[in-house]
C-alpha cells in the first residue's frame, strides 16, 4: 500500500490492508431496514447488532459457550461478503452459488493477512458455517433471530419483497429452536402475531 511505505514491518502492513479492506462491509447492504425502518442495514451494523445480541442473550444457549469465541465468530461471519455480497436467505437462485463464492472470498481475504492470523480467522468463519461446535450453533442461532427481529419491526419489509412464507422461515430458524429453546417462543410469536397482521403468509 502506497500510503503506508514508512510501515517496514509486512505483518503490521498487511494487518493495516486487511483493516482497510474491510471497511467496505459498511457498504455492503443488506436487506433488512433499520428498526425505524428509515434505510437498509448494512453489514457492518448487521455483525455489531449480532455480537451485541450474542452477549445479552448467553444465558439461552442450550450450551455452554466460551462467549469470547461466540463473539469474534459473529465479528467474522460475514466478511467474506466484501467480496461476496451479500445474498439474501430466501433467494433460492442466489443460494444456488452462496458457498462457491464465499469460499473463494474467503480465500481471497483472508489470504491477505499472514499465514498463521489469516488461518485463525479463517477457522473462525469456517466455524461458523459448519455449525459443529457450541459456539457456532449458538452464533448460527442468534444470526437468525437478529434480522427476524428487525423484520417483525418494520412490517415485514423483506418478508413482502421475497414473497416469504412462514413454512420458509420456520424452516430457517430450526436452529433456534434446539441452540437456543428458551427463545423459540419468540419466533412462534412473532411468525404467528405477523400472519395475523396479514404481513406474513401463512
Known amino acids: ?21 474491510i471497511d467496505e462491509m459498511k457498504n455492503v447492504l443488506r436487506r433488512n431496514l433499520v428498526v425505524d425502518g428509515s434505510r ?42 466484501v467480496y461476496a455480497g ?24 483472508f489470504g491477505m493477512l499472514d499465514p498463521v492470523q489469516g488461518a485463525e480467522i479463517r477457522a473462525l468463519w469456517d466455524e461458523f458455517e459448519a455449525k459443529e461446535t457450541a459456539e457456532s450453533r449458538y452464533a448460527n ?29 420456520y424452516k430457517r430458524m430450526d436452529i433456534i429452536r434446539t441452540a437456543t429453546p428458551e427463545l423459540w417462543h419468540i419466533v412462534e410469536g412473532i411468525i404467528s402475531t405477523s400472519i395475523q397482521a396479514g404481513i406474513l403468509k401463512p
Do not use: C
Request: proline share 1%.
Open 1 to 21: 500500500m502506497e500510503k503506508f511505505g514508512f510501515i517496514k514491518n509486512e505483518k503490521i502492513k498487511k494487518q493495516i490492508e486487511f483493516v482497510l479492506v
Open 40 to 81: 437498509r442495514e448494512n453489514d457492518a451494523e448487521h455483525s455489531w447488532h449480532l455480537a451485541m445480541l450474542a452477549m445479552i442473550l448467553e444465558e439461552y444457549s442450550s450450551e455452554k459457550v466460551d462467549i469470547e469465541r461466540v463473539l469474534k465468530i459473529t465479528l467474522v461471519h460475514d466478511l467474506v461478503e
Open 86 to 109: 451479500d445474498t439474501f436467505a430466501y433467494d433460492a437462485k442466489g443460494n444456488e452459488d452462496k458457498l462457491d463464492r464465499e469460499i473463494e472470498a474467503a480465500n481471497r481475504l
Open 141 to 169: 442461532a442468534v444470526d437468525r433471530l437478529q434480522p427476524l427481529l428487525l423484520n417483525y419491526m418494520t412490517n415485514g419489509h423483506t418478508w413482502k419483497l421475497g414473497d416469504v412464507h412462514a413454512t420458509q422461515i
